[in-house]
């Protein structure tokens, strides 16, 4: 099983990123894709999720407006784009597949700065 997330980097407050996280070694479409992130010091917290059968979709108070979680269940991969990117967003970011069992990636830097 992994997941493997790309896309981070470094970018401008105002700017956009587009992590993916590309899934392999398990039945992707029957599960909940999440993000999750942690700033230095700080808890990691949920910033977006998508189910699998209905494809609704959560966000942090934070980011609502702003982030938008999608699923491409035939590529077995799921995305997270980030717009008007904040100081504040910065962070490692982390996908999570969770349903029978839980599985998380080894994250992706995202660092907001100008």
């Known amino acids: 099983v992994q997941l493997v997330e790309s896309g981070g980097g470094l970018v401008q407050p105002g700017g956009s990123l587009r992590l993916s996280c590309a899934a392999s070694?398990?039945?992707?479409?029957?599960?909940?894709m999440s993000w999750y992130r942690q700033a230095p010091g700080k808890e990691r917290e949920l910033v977006a999720l998508?189910?699998?059968?209905?494809?609704?979709?959560n966000y942090a108070d934070s980011v609502k407006g702003r982030f938008t979680i999608y699923r491409d269940n035939a590529k077995n991969t799921a995305y997270l784009q980030m717009n008007s990117l904040k100081p504040e967003d910065t962070a490692v970011y982390y996908c999570?597949?969770?349903?029978?069992?839980?599985?998380w990636g080894q994250g992706t830097q995202v660092t907001v700065s100008s």
């Open positions: 999570r597949a969770y349903r029978w069992n839980d599985y």
């Open positions: 998508i189910h699998s059968a209905c494809g609704s979709t």
């Open positions: 070694g398990f039945t992707f479409s029957n599960y909940v």
